[in-house]
């Protein structure tokens, strides 16, 4: 089996439970789900709460601008870029009213090649978020130690 490393993020925000942010098998980066909330914080930009905690309201673009910073963050620590995604798994919460908004920054983030990609609705998240992000990096294999 070969060897593995974990990699905890100093500026995304924190997992929401006894997980690592990242893990490194190989050459490839396995991202754990990544929501948008802000590091330190329980904040979740472009959500409005009601004092129960209940979402009165939501802006998705900011939502997913913030999950590709939080997965961008992971990433540069891990000294690779989000050119360097291979596989992105999206979840979100409202498919039919959030999925050309996020189809549209997606663009914007990958304008040349992009990552393949899944984008699945799911009915609920466990953080009052509206989007997750599943992530695949590879490193380059002149970066690897083991490569020859």
């Known amino acids: 089996m070969e060897k593995t490393t974990t990699l905890d993020s100093t500026k995304a925000a924190e997992p929401v439970g006894k997980f690592p942010h990242a893990r490194r098998v190989g050459n490839l980066l396995f991202i754990s789900g990544i929501g948008p909330r802000e ?10 709460q009601a004092p129960d905690g209940a979402v009165l309201s939501y802006d998705i673009e900011t939502q997913v601008r913030s ?45 040349d090649i992009a990552p393949c990609r899944t984008t699945v609705e799911i009915g609920a998240l466990p953080t009052p978020i509206a989007v997750e992000l599943k992530c695949i990096a590879v490193f380059p294999e002149a970066s690897h130690p083991e490569a020859k």
């Open 39 to 48: 590091r330190g914080t329980k904040k979740i930009p472009g959500v409005e």
């Open 67 to 111: 999950v590709f910073r939080n997965v961008a963050f992971i990433l540069e620590e891990a000294g690779l870029t989000l050119r360097d995604l291979v596989d992105v798994q999206v979840f979100l919460t409202d498919m039919k009213n959030d999925f050309p908004v996020m189809n549209r920054i997606w663009a914007e983030t990958f304008p």
